[in-house]
T-cell receptor, first 113, second 114 residues
Framework: LAKTTQPISMDSYEGQEVNITCSHN???????ITWYQQFPSQGPRFIIQGYKTKVTNEVASLFIPADRKSSTLSLPRVSLSDTAVYYCLVVPSGYSSASKIIFGSGTRLSIRP | KAGVTQTPRYLIKTRGQQVTLSCSPI?????VSWYQQTPGQGLQFLFEYFSETQRNKGNFPGRFSGRQFSNSRSEMNVSTLELGDSALYLCASSGGTGSDYGYTFGSGTRLTVV
């Protein structure tokens, strides 16, 4: 299982773009990069998933360089409601036991007015 | 479609008691997995059920057990509660097969042991 490393915490201000980088040096060929968001006393919520290059949805963008050893979650124009913990996960493609869904410590993002 | 439903949302129990938590997966999902989340240990995998069979189990003592019913609803039980069992217990469901492997989490049950 590929281990991920991401900053413990980040601060930003409303209206700014926030980029959270995750390192996953041992990512395997069939692994996908997945990001979850978690608010206090709630379950993690899927944000975005990608394999290579760039993926964008209505919430965020995910940038993955060619070597796939890192990825960057980009949140455009954040608001106070984006204050949460963000988890970067490396997940094998196809069926994967929930035991292989490893949540690290995550990045605690704090947005200020 | 309705999300993953966990009941109850909050629970306070005394040391030595037992507790049962319930999880109703997304309609059509056959896989249910359980996690324990604490500030010190983060999210830790407890076990996973698929079609009423336990498919995987995490590194937790035998006091933690679970089961899944024919309608895919799942329960987990913790016997002889300890103070350290205080945590947010999360349930996630997925299709469990083929390409439908994405996990959707419920809001959790906050268990406090006093």
């Amino acid at each position: 299982l590929a281990k991920t490393t991401q900053p413990i915490s980040m601060d930003s201000y409303e209206g700014q773009e926030v980029n959270i980088t995750c390192s996953h040096n041992n990512i395997a060929t069939n692994d996908y990069i997945t990001w979850y968001q978690q608010f206090p006393s709630q379950g993690p919520r899927f944000i975005i998933q990608g394999y290579k290059t760039k993926v964008t949805n209505e919430v965020a963008s995910l940038f993955i360089p060619a070597d796939r050893k890192s990825s960057t979650l980009s949140l455009p124009r954040v608001s106070l409601s984006d204050t949460a913990v963000y988890y970067c996960l490396v997940v094998p493609s196809g069926y994967s036991s929930a035991s292989k869904i490893i949540f690290g410590s995550g990045t605690r993002l704090s947005i200020r007015p | 479609k309705a999300g993953v439903t966990q009941t109850p949302r909050y629970l306070i129990k005394t040391r030595g008691q037992q507790v049962t938590l319930s999880c109703s997966p997304i309609s059509g999902h056959r896989s249910v997995s359980w996690y324990q989340q604490t500030p010190g240990q983060g999210l830790q995998f407890l076990f996973e059920y698929f079609s009423e069979t336990q498919r995987n189990k995490g590194n937790f003592p035998g006091r933690f057990s679970g089961r899944q019913f024919s309608n895919s609803r799942s329960e987990m039980n913790v016997s002889t509660l300890e103070l350290g069992d205080s945590a947010l217990y999360l349930c996630a469901s997925s299709g469990g097969t083929g390409s439908d492997y994405g996990y959707t989490f419920g809001s959790g049950t906050r268990l406090t042991v006093v």
